[in-house]
């Protein structure tokens, strides 16, 4: 796993985007998404500010960083909300037995991929993201924190059990408004879904209504499993509610279509905050402060916020 690790540095933040960028219509529609949102959660630029550091703290400071950025810790669970995440123990094996490699990445990519549903028993579709996912945990993490990493899938049986079909069908589907539904107009209520594999994770949102504002009302108790949350404020960390701070950004796994258009200020602060590429009216990466919904949407929370809009060319 060294000499892969050693070939894998070779390869730049732009090599992965290109990469990505060619392997994208390769990656089932379950995880097409996810698979951008994820490299957006774990940007290799950040890596490699941090590691070329003399003085960590200084960079911490420097880009205002707040949560887990770091992927050592994260090897197993980072890319649990993935629907290959299933497959993990089969394509961190593949990543781990892989000897020999092709020079272009797209290609390491695929061959990995190919010798993981080979064992996982799954079109090799499924798990070309997880793959990309598994080499960039490689590159970031290091070998010693992939190797000494249990490779178990963070998922309960029944969640496991659940087929693309299923997991699809219930992303697609809105709340049903009653009888008289189309009645309600701006009364209406959807749910918003951050995270599909705790049938608990979720909150109500109000026809037109902000997806931060719609979180705080959810008062359960979220700070001890992230230290970023205000208490009684919701799953979403929130600090001030007019895009400024960035504490709020979240990747949508599905719905994107259902929010409302970017504006010039959420499109603006998230160049300053340089969590990914905003091109388009709806992208997968929004400030939950200024998105508002119009129908059910699934979203994913990133751990950690900062801003690293100057490491972007």
């Known amino acids: ?154 998922l309960p049986d029944a969640i496991r059990a659940r087929s693309p079909h299923q997991v699809l069908n219930a992303r697609a589907k809105d709340d049903w408004q009653g009888v008289f539904g189309f009645l309600r107009g701006t009364r209406k209520q959807w749910t918003v879904t951050f995270d599909e594999n705790d049938p608990a994770a979720t909150f109500p949102l109000i026809n037109g209504q902000e997806i931060a504002s719609a979180a705080r009302e959810d008062k359960r108790e979220y700070r001890s499993k992230d230290g970023r949350c205000t208490p009684n404020e919701g799953p979403i960390p929130v600090e001030c509610r007019s895009a400024s701070c960035g504490t709020c950004w979240v990747g949508v796994i599905a719905g994107a279509e259902k929010l409302s258009p970017v504006e010039p200020l959420e499109r603006k602060r998230l160049g300053v905050f340089g969590y990914a590429e905003t091109e388009g009216e709806r992208p997968i990466v929004r400030l939950a402060c200024q998105a508002r919904a119009f129908g059910a949407v699934s979203i994913v929370i990133p751990p950690w916020n900062g801003i690293i809009g100057r490491l972007r060319p």
């Not at 090599?15 to 390769?26: I, M, P, S």
């Not at 497959?87 to 094996?93: E, I």
Request: hydrophobic share 45%; glycine share 4%.
């Open 1 to 154: 796993m060294d000499r892969l690790y050693a070939h894998l540095c070779r390869f730049s933040p732009e090599d992965w985007r290109r990469a990505l960028d060619t392997l994208n219509a390769e990656i089932h529609d379950i995880d097409r998404n996810a698979t951008r949102i994820w490299f957006a959660f774990h940007p290799l630029d950040l890596h490699l500010a941090v590691e070329a550091a003399a003085d960590r703290e200084a960079v911490m400071r420097k880009y205002q960083l707040m949560g887990r950025w770091g992927l050592e810790s994260q090897v197993d669970s980072s890319h649990r909300f993935m629907y290959a995440h299933r497959f993990w123990p089969q394509v961190k094996s593949a990543i781990g037995a892989t000897e020999q490699w092709p020079e272009q990445l797209p290609a390491l990519v695929t061959q990995v991929a190919d010798a993981a549903c080979r064992t996982a028993r799954v079109d090799r579709e499924r798990l070309v993201g997880l793959a990309a996912v598994g080499l960039m945990t490689l590159r970031q993490a290091g070998t010693q924190a992939c190797a000494s990493a249990p490779g178990r899938v963070q």
